[in-house]
């Protein structure tokens, strides 16, 4: 984990602990290090935070102030400057946006000439140039030279990069959505006014919400980490389905006909179903993180379908599917991966695969989640002088070892440290929520008794 830089880009509070001036020399280095044996092209999408306005400017300033030619892309998804950084040639893409976070709060997202998040040892060299320490082939800069004269970058509009994005998802529809009410949650964020003209364009009765941005409402009691508003939505509105996403769009959560939750497990369970039924998933694997529910695994078990669990991070199920070749991975949170199609998560992408398959296989969404039984989750953080001390403590082991035992093939637990704060995190899934509650609190105790607790 970086200094500035965590699993998903340069996050925090605008101009508090993410500033224009640290965006502006986040731009001035990408400029410089892309620019180094010709003229750099860069692509940068933001989402409707108002913060993002600044940011934006501010990145591309530097940019253009170290030599490279800037393209706009304006308010648009991350999932879109992934597909136009790899199909455009463009050197390197951007993204502000802090994703499922309040207005207030924004970030930086890179992306490498793939599409894919940028790797680690580029992630570092960034980091070293904000600290004034950068070293690139044997030299010192604490500076980066400015570009002068003719070799000074160009800010451009790339609004039609935007629109050939919304054309490819277009294309990769199979049927026409016509004769199905879709509710659009767009969150008051980067999905606004892509998701609803996507699903028009294919036939659908679309009933959107959150699609008025003002600069401060971004995920506001709308989107997918407030998926009630959705719920309410689809039933009221007499809806097949409806389809929440987040402030970029990377994730996308469903919600059935009668108005109940279809997560990302579910999502992973009904496409992973449908391509194995067609003879699609290869490997004949799913990918999934530690914090899947149990419930998942035991309907994947039932449909003879493996699976591989990553760490917490789609940065983490991405580099699994690319090196075992699987086809689909993602999170509960709705972040998934259709890696024939997207380098990654893409919320709007997700909605059309699953109308996909409710049009192929003529049933509703709740018929085809039914399989999955969610099992009740508790999840309880402590927060520890060490965290590696406290999960090795052999009483602590223990202590997860009894509940284990106590579990058998009914449930399971799952001790981890947190990635950015002092806390270690017991997750318990039982089939009684009470019973998750009472085991993993089993465990907090041990580690409270054994004065790992920081007080």
Not at 87 to 95: E, K
Not at 188 to 209: C, T
Not at 307 to 326: H, I, L, Q, S, W
Request: charged share 25%.
């Amino acid at each position: 984990m970086g200094k500035y830089f965590g699993t998903d880009g340069f996050r925090g509070e605008a101009n508090v602990s993410l500033t224009a001036d640290q965006a502006y020399q986040v731009g001035r280095f990408l400029g410089w290090y892309y620019g180094r044996n010709r003229r750099a092209q860069v692509v940068v999408g933001k989402d409707t935070r108002r913060s993002s306005y600044m940011l934006e400017y501010a990145i591309s300033a530097g940019m253009a102030a170290s030599g490279a030619d800037v393209y706009l892309l304006h308010v648009t998804t991350t999932p879109s400057v992934s597909y136009v950084t790899r199909t455009d040639g463009f050197d390197c893409g951007v993204m502000i946006s802090a994703s499922h976070n309040p207005y207030m709060d924004n970030g930086i997202k890179l992306l490498n000439r793939e599409g894919e998040k940028m790797d680690e040892a580029t992630i570092n060299l960034v980091e070293e140039y904000l600290d004034g320490h950068l070293f690139v082939d044997g030299q010192y800069y604490p500076s980066v030279p400015f570009a002068t004269g003719e070799a000074v970058g160009s800010i451009v509009d790339h609004t039609a990069g935007r629109n050939r994005y919304m054309g490819y998802l277009i294309s990769l529809a199979v049927h026409s959505f016509r004769g199905k009410k879709v509710a659009l949650d767009c969150a008051n964020g980067s999905a606004w006014f892509i998701a609803p003209n996507v699903f028009k364009a294919l036939g659908a009765e679309v009933h959107p919400m959150g699609i008025t941005p003002d600069g401060l409402n971004i995920n506001r009691d709308v989107g997918s980490t407030h998926i009630d508003a959705l719920k309410k939505f689809v039933v009221e509105n007499g809806c097949d389905v409806g389809f929440a996403y987040d402030g970029d769009a990377d994730r996308c959560l469903a919600v059935d006909e009668n108005g109940e939750l279809v997560d990302g497990d579910k999502i992973i369970y009904i496409y992973g179903k449908y391509m194995k039924e067609r003879g699609k998933l290869l490997t004949n694997t799913v990918v999934t993180t530690v914090m899947s529910n149990f419930g998942l695994y035991k309907a994947l078990d039932e449909a003879e379908i493996d699976y591989v669990k990553t760490a917490v991070g789609d940065k983490y199920v991405y580099e699994e599917m690319v090196k075992n070749g699987r086809r689909i991975g993602g999170e509960q949170s709705g972040h998934i991966i259709f890696s024939k199609y997207a380098r990654t998560g893409d919320g709007i992408l997700t909605s059309l695969k699953l109308m996909e398959v409710m049009i192929a296989r003529r049933l509703s969404l709740s018929a085809l989640a039914a399989p999955v039984t969610i099992y009740p989750q508790v999840l309880l953080n402590i927060r520890v002088q060490d965290k590696k001390a406290a999960q090795e403590d052999p009483d602590v082991k223990a202590a997860v070892a009894k509940v284990e035992e106590t579990l058998g093939d009914t449930g399971r637990i799952l001790v981890r440290e947190s990635g950015t704060e002092p806390l270690v995190r017991v997750m318990v899934e039982a089939p009684e929520k009470a019973q998750c509650k009472a085991l993993a609190q089993s465990v907090i105790d041990v580690i409270k008794a054994k004065g790992h607790e920081a007080i």
